[in-house]
């Protein structure tokens, strides 16, 4: 929302169709746009076919955000297999697949990557080595690219603690479940990422940022 209230156009994918819906019709009061396009990361296909969408309607992307991730608190020895393999599937595989397809379109108009990463990408943390994994994996990734195309693209990767969105809601651990909770609720709230966010975008042409931790206030 932060980036169609300062007027950008904005193509937003999740699979929930109709919370897209509801975000497009909210950024109908700003000056940008909100295009919605219902799209599961888990499958190459459907990002592929997303992506291919904003090509034919836009020509193209100048900006990537790959924000989907999903966390599941235990530890190790009461790890659910299926549950690393899905944080594996939407955090790394997601993102390597939306950076897939709209790398060609993104390398022709000299873009930018915005990587979410989280403070899990610079440290390890008990009850959430997997979930630490995948973000490691996510700041890897961001660094290779900004290397190896250091003359056609911006990387930035946003390292943001405890946010008070619904991610914990996902951990199944009852117990880490009920201690955590009340540390994201805690948290910053998201538009204070998405200003962050915001302010990677609108650098362009002064300078590109690689990375930015943000942190709760402690009250
Ligand atoms: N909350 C925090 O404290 C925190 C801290 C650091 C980093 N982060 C990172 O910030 C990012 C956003 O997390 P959040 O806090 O906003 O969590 P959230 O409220 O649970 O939102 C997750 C988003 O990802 C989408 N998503 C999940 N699985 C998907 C899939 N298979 N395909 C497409 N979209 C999918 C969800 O929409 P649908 O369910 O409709 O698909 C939702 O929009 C994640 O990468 C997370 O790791 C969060």
């Given at each position: ?14 699979r ?127 660094e ?29 651990n ?14 910053m ?8 966010v ?22």
């Open positions: 929302m932060a980036l169609a209230e300062a007027g950008h156009q904005v193509w937003a994918s999740a929930s169709n109709a919370k897209l819906e509801t975000l497009a019709h909210q950024a109908s009061a700003t000056s940008g746009t909100i295009h919605p396009h219902a799209c599961d990361v888990t499958s190459p296909e459907s990002v592929l076919q997303c992506v291919k969408a904003m090509n034919q309607t836009w020509g193209g992307v100048d900006v990537v955000i790959p924000n989907a991730g999903i966390g599941y608190f235990n530890p190790l020895q009461e790890a659910q297999l299926d549950e690393w393999h899905s944080m594996i599937e939407v955090n790394i595989q997601g993102v390597l697949s939306t950076l897939h397809a709209a790398l060609p379109s993104l390398l022709q108009n000299k873009g930018h990557v915005i990587n979410i990463g989280s403070l899990a990408a610079r440290h390890v943390y008990p009850n959430s080595g997997v979930y630490c994994a995948t973000k490691h994996a996510v700041l890897a990734l961001s290779s690219l900004r290397v190896e195309f250091r003359e056609d693209l911006a990387v930035t990767t946003i390292n943001p603690g405890s946010v008070n969105t619904p991610f914990i809601e996902t951990t199944t009852e117990e880490l479940l009920t201690n955590y909770r009340p540390q994201f609720q805690a948290g709230e998201a538009e204070y990422v998405a200003e962050a915001l302010f990677a975008v609108e650098s362009r042409g002064r300078g590109v940022v690689s990375e930015m931790t943000l942190r709760p206030d402690r009250r």
